[in-house]
Nanobody, 118 residues
């Protein structure tokens, strides 16, 4: 059974930092590109960042470029998202996901809540 378990969220102030983690089990983590998504109430889940298998290629949505850094530790089957200079508009539930070919899988975890107050 595949599990994606996100953690590290919290309530912070504008300009603060958080580091999210996602531990993957039941799937060979090092075989897949991975990504982070976020969702606010009443809205669809949106793409934040992705990383290739080796960790050498990363892409970000424009609004987080220069502030967020995605990384991975294949030995620990863990994906990370370092979030610096947080803004209120970053408030959301953050999810990790696996990429299969050109598609993102749909076995979502419970997510981790990030709340940024001004």
């Amino acid at each position: 059974q595949v599990q994606l378990v996100e953690s590290g969220g919290g309530s912070v102030q504008t300009g603060d930092s958080l580091r999210l983690s996602c531990v993957v089990s039941g799937r060979v983590f090092s075989n897949y590109p991975m990504g982070w998504f976020r969702q606010t109430p009443g809205n669809e889940r949106t793409f934040v960042a992705q990383i290739n298998i080796s960790g050498t290629r990363k892409t970000y949505t424009d609004s987080v470029k220069g502030r967020f850094t995605i990384s991975r530790d294949n030995a620990k089957s863990t994906l990370y998202l370092q979030m610096n200079n947080l803004r209120p508009e970053d408030t959301a539930v953050y999810y990790c996901q696996t990429k299969w070919g050109n598609n993102w899988l749909s076995d979502w975890g419970q997510g981790t809540q990030v709340t940024v107050s001004s």
